[in-house]
């Protein structure tokens, strides 16, 4: 059973700071991982989407990469302002069918 | 309206009650997905319909009982529901590429409808 582990569980920094968000997972028999942000309270929206023959994704001050032979994912934040403030979540598109497995999300807090 | 909506947003419910949460998908997606989001929890995949069908249910209990008339609509009907039911519950769609072998887009979510049962 796919199992999907995101480390730190919550981090908080100042605005301007570069970050690192890691993402591991247990079975590397992955379509594709993706990285969503969750607003308190909201629904998910889709950050970056890495195919499994892909390195990495990019998008504006956002950086994904990975490693799918160790089972490796991370997200890296540019330069962070205050909006950027939420729950990182990492997924994983297992083969075999259309499912989704989550981790807990890193919930971030960039202060000003 | 875009993207994948949800209605109601918010829903209190005593657990003798019956209610109804709905989706719409206006993305022309092909296969819709209910999950459930508790406290300090990952999500949970509850259900997938593709193409109109139900492929996945992940051993929900049957007080949760989905429907799917339509490729843009689906539904999730709540019945005689527990406490520990209470939660955050996501609708997503996608597009399902039947001819590849599988799906290789992402999944588009709505807000959600936050649940409490007393």
């Known amino acids: 059973k796919q199992e999907v582990t995101q480390i730190p569980a919550a981090l908080s920094v100042p605005e301007g700071e570069n970050l690192v968000l890691n993402c591991s997972f247990t079975?590397?028999?992955?379509?594709?991982l993706q990285w969503f942000r969750q607003d308190p309270g909201k629904g998910l929206t889709s950050l970056l989407l890495?195919?499994?023959?892909?390195r990495e994704q990019t998008s504006g001050r956002l950086n994904a990469s990975l490693d799918k032979s160790s089972g490796r994912s991370t997200l890296y934040i540019a330069a962070s302002q205050p909006g950027d403030s939420a729950t990182y979540l990492c997924?994983?598109?297992?083969?075999?069918?259309?499912?989704?497995?989550f981790g807990k999300g890193t919930m971030l807090l960039v202060s000003p | 309206e875009t993207g994948v909506t949800q209605t109601p947003r918010h829903l209190v419910m005593g657990m003798t009650n019956k209610k109804s949460l709905k989706c719409e998908q206006h993305?022309?997606?092909?296969?819709m997905y209910w999950y459930k989001q508790s406290a300090k929890k990952p999500l949970e995949l509850m259900f997938v319909y593709s193409l109109e069908e139900r492929v996945e249910n992940n051993s929900v209990p049957s007080r949760f009982s989905p429907e799917c008339p339509n490729s843009s609509h689906l539904f999730l009907h709540l019945h005689t529901l527990q406490p520990e039911d209470s939660a955050l519950y996501l609708c997503?769609?996608?597009?399902?590429?039947?001819?590849?072998?599988?799906?290789?887009?992402?999944?588009?979510f709505g807000p959600g409808t936050r649940l409490t049962v007393l």
């Open positions: 993305l022309g997606h092909n296969a």
């Open positions: 079975d590397s028999a992955i379509y594709n």
């Open positions: 997503a769609s996608s597009q399902v590429h039947l001819t590849s072998g599988g799906p290789m887009d992402t999944q588009y």
């Open positions: 997924a994983v598109l297992n083969s075999g069918y259309s499912t989704l497995t």
């Open positions: 890495i195919q499994s023959s892909q």
